[in-house]
């Protein structure tokens, strides 16, 4: 059975950082064959996928957290990691770890397919 569990949310002040951490277990091929990613959703609003790492460890982001965020990936530690720096309240959301269908992102991250996600873990930026 698969599991993505996400921790590292909080609250945070505009300016703030913080490191959102997914440790994966019940992959059959293995942890290391996928691409892995994160992907946002705040109340009222769409779906918003972030970033994708491929197998490989190539990263990707959207245009609204390029050059704030940071993927990662630890293949020994089953760990995807989201460094995420120069938070404003925009960034409010509940963040969700994902595993995807493909072992290679799409170029295009919001044309990226989820096989498997977890349950999120709570970001909240004050102002």
């Known amino acids: 059975q698969v599991q993505l569990v996400e921790s590292g949310g909080g609250l945070v002040q505009t300016g703030g950082s913080l490191r959102l951490s997914c440790v994966a277990s019940?992959?059959?091929?293995?942890?290391?064959?996928?691409?892995m990613g994160w992907f946002r959703q705040a109340p009222g609003k769409e779906r918003e996928e972030l970033s994708c790492i491929s197998k490989d460890g190539r990263p990707f982001y959207a245009d609204s957290v390029k050059e704030r965020f940071t993927i990662s990936r630890s293949n020994a530690g089953r760990t995807v990691y989201l460094q995420m720096d120069r938070l404003s309240p925009e960034d409010t959301a509940v963040y969700h770890c994902a595993r995807a269908v493909n072992p290679a992102c799409e170029p295009d991250v919001a044309q990226t397919s989820w096989r498997d996600w977890g349950s999120g873990t709570q970001v909240t930026v004050s102002p």
């Open positions: 019940g992959f059959t091929f293995g942890f290391n064959n996928y691409a």
